[in-house]
């Protein structure tokens, strides 16, 4: 980039806080930061090097490129389509990336209506967890225009180390609908692995030396098999956000007739899990699910 770029980053959640705290580096950006809670934007401007906007309005209203991380589809229209919102202060030719996860229908409503304000969209969600997003070093799936994406792919790369330009807008959220999918799939059947093995005596830590080289071989089964056998599941993505992403899944699965019975399994066996008040542990806790349910058939 030869000249400095105004980049407005609206939400500073788990991934959003070191995203923007990465772009903050970067030597021709200028950020401006909003975040619902006052507290947790002057924690970013004490640590990082950027302004912290007193609304949605006076954040965007200079923006060249507005980037977004929060929660769910409802967040998203509120911020850009509500009363509140940003939408009459986008200016014509700014471009916005949302890294939120959410659904399909909605990332094609937002690009339909910023586009009546010449605004451009890219559905760009993110994987890597909260260690991807501290190390910077995110995959990012994107979906809308390839060369409205080539443009803002310099400030991707402050946080991201692979980005996939999928297809058309919305693609980006069936890209990571897919990893979700993998992700529950997998996750299931290491916690089914975990439970014989326990059952057998297999000293684990042995067990995971021999297999985890091979074919079974998984991020899951590097990052998260030793953990799972101890119990502790404090370790990033929390069970209530893979329940929002795989409704997501199930949703769109239904319009495109996919039979996803397994990952409506998993997904039931983390309601349950939201139920006993287990939402905000790590999805890795599917495992105490598959023990309840095999503590109950004996």
Excluded at 22 to 40: F, G, Y
Excluded at 124 to 146: D, K, Q, R, Y
Excluded at 234 to 262: H, P, Q
Aim: glycine share 8%; with cysteine; proline share 1%.
């Amino acid at each position: 980039m030869s000249k400095q770029i105004n980049v407005t980053f609206i939400g500073l959640g788990t991934m959003g806080y070191h995203m923007a705290g990465h772009l903050s580096k970067h030597p021709d950006v200028a950020v401006t930061v909003w975040n619902r809670s006052n507290e947790k934007g002057e924690k970013w401007q004490t640590q990082f090097n950027g302004t912290v906007a007193p609304t949605l309005f006076d954040a965007v209203q200079q923006a060249d490129v507005v980037m977004s991380c929060a929660g769910k589809d409802e967040d998203m229209e509120e911020i850009i389509l509500a009363k509140t919102g940003v939408y009459d202060a986008l200016k014509a030719g700014c471009i916005f990336v949302d890294h939120t996860t959410t659904s399909f229908k909605l990332a094609n409503k937002l690009e339909t209506a910023l586009a009546k304000k010449e605004v451009h969209f890219i559905d760009a969600p993110v994987s890597g967890g909260e260690a991807g997003a501290v190390n910077g070093c995110l995959t990012v799936m994107a979906g809308g225009e390839a060369e409205v994406l080539a443009k803002v792919e310099p400030l991707l790369k402050c946080y991201a180390k692979n980005i996939t330009h999928i297809g058309t807008c919305g693609y980006g959220q069936l890209a990571k609908m897919t990893n979700q999918i993998c992700i529950a799939g997998v996750l299931q059947g290491l916690s089914e692995a975990l439970l014989f093995a326990e059952a057998e005596e297999i000293d684990v830590e042995k067990l995971l030396s021999a297999i985890s080289g091979g074919a079974a071989q998984s991020w899951q089964m590097e990052n998260r098999a030793n953990t799972m056998h101890q119990r502790d599941f404090d370790f990033g993505f929390a069970i209530k956000w893979m329940v929002k992403d795989l409704g997501y899944c199930l949703d769109r699965a239904a319009e495109n007739k996919t039979d996803l019975s397994y990952t409506q399994q998993v997904y039931n066996k983390y309601v349950e899990l939201i139920s006993d008040g287990q939402g905000y542990m790590d999805t890795s806790a599917l495992i105490l699910a598959n023990q309840e349910k095999e503590t109950n058939v004996h």
